[in-house]
């Protein structure tokens, strides 16, 4: 999404550096939280708090891991 509301089709969005540096911060920034989405803590179904390494990552995986890998891709605008 936020290359779709930064990064117009026109090619007026070859001429703004800034840009391009803020997309490039905002998807460093969402690589990290899936990074650490595998080393947070997490409730389980019964309401106890799951602590282990693997369990987590195996719980992230099973739920929000592939909506944010998927929503990380770039959309392959070509315009830098």
């Known amino acids: 999404m936020f290359d779709q ?3 117009p089709t026109s090619t007026l969005a070859t001429n703004h550096d ?25 409730f389980d179904n019964e309401g106890d708090l799951v602590t282990s390494r693997l369990t987590i990552a195996s719980m992230y ?12 891709l770039p959309l392959g605008g070509g315009y830098r």
């Open 5 to 7: 509301a930064f990064f």
């Open 18 to 42: 800034w840009i391009s540096a803020l997309d490039a911060l905002v998807q460093t920034f969402f690589w990290c939280d899936v990074i650490f989405n595998f080393f947070t803590a997490q």
């Open 61 to 72: 995986i099973k739920s929000w891991f592939w909506i944010d890998v998927i929503s990380n």
